[in-house]
T-cell receptor, first 112, second 114 residues
Framework: SQQGEEDPQALSIQEGENATMNCSYKTSINNLQWYRQNSGRGLVHLILIRSNEREKHSGRLRVTLDTSKKSSSLLITASRAADTASYFCATLLPSNDYKLSFGAGTTVTVRA | GAVVSQHPSRVICKSGTSVKIECRSLDFQATTMFWYRQFPKQSLMLMATSNEGSKATYEQGVEKDKFLINHASLTLSTLTVTSAHPEDSSFYIC??????????FGPGTRLTVL
């Protein structure tokens, strides 16, 4: 079952602007991961943040995690047309089954 | 980086036929693989966990007789959609990893049942 909810569902921005999307979850987690999916394609792993971490950077990506609020955010800075995609958060629960639970996703459109 | 492949990438079949989808880990062994289904403009829903050498475990609501999973080797899991119907049309994605907490996703298989 899904435990993540993402906000907003869709986002349209101009090239060069920043894009921020949020993910909320319901139960304790081991880690939270962000993925990108281009239309009709597989998932590309972007970044993983562990439950004891608060912020992580990777290139133009910045992820924050607030375990007290059970939420995470993904910021894409200086967006490019190639960033147009759907972005999903996925949580890994602290159990032995290693199952990922995906959020509903945010569709980002970057206008040239 | 680690690569997971799926075959075929796209399949169209008639209602009532069975379709087999393969998921391979190309440069690592995986005792566990996962199968997901994704409907248009929706998120990924975990269908089942494929375990090498033992039976797959299915998520609630997923018919195990409908979606047969065989994990015959440490690099190959197959998902067979039996007696496919139009409502089974979907995007099927597998994931595998060298460790259970590190998963790489395949490129997906688009199934269209006419």
């Amino acid at each position: 079952s899904q435990q993540g909810e993402e906000d907003p569902q869709a986002l349209s921005i101009q090239e060069g602007e920043n894009a921020t999307m949020n993910c909320s979850y319901k139960t304790s987690i081991n880690n939270l991961q962000w993925y990108r999916q281009n239309s009709g394609r597989g998932l590309v792993h972007l970044i993983l943040i562990r439950s004891n971490e608060r912020e992580k950077h990777s290139g133009r990506l910045r992820v924050t995690l607030d375990t007290s609020k059970k939420s995470s955010s993904l910021l894409i800075t200086a967006s490019r047309a190639a960033d147009t995609a759907s972005y999903f958060c996925a949580t890994l629960l602290p159990s032995n089954d290693y199952k990922l639970s995906f959020g509903a996703g945010t569709t980002v459109t970057v206008r040239a | 980086g680690a690569v997971v492949s799926q075959h075929p990438s796209r399949v169209i079949c008639k209602s009532g036929t069975s379709v087999k989808i393969e998921c391979r880990s190309l440069d690592f062994q995986a005792t566990t693989m996962f199968w997901y289904r994704q409907f248009p403009k929706q998120s990924l829903m975990l269908m089942a966990t494929s375990n090498e050498g033992s039976k797959a475990t299915y998520e609630q609501g997923v018919e195990k007789d409908k979606f047969l999973i065989n994990h015959a080797s440490l690099t190959l899991s197959t998902l067979t959609v039996t007696s496919a119907h139009p409502e089974d049309s979907s995007f099927y994605i597998c994931s595998a990893g060298p460790r259970p907490d590190t998963q790489y996703f395949g490129p997906g298989t688009r199934l269209t049942v006419l």
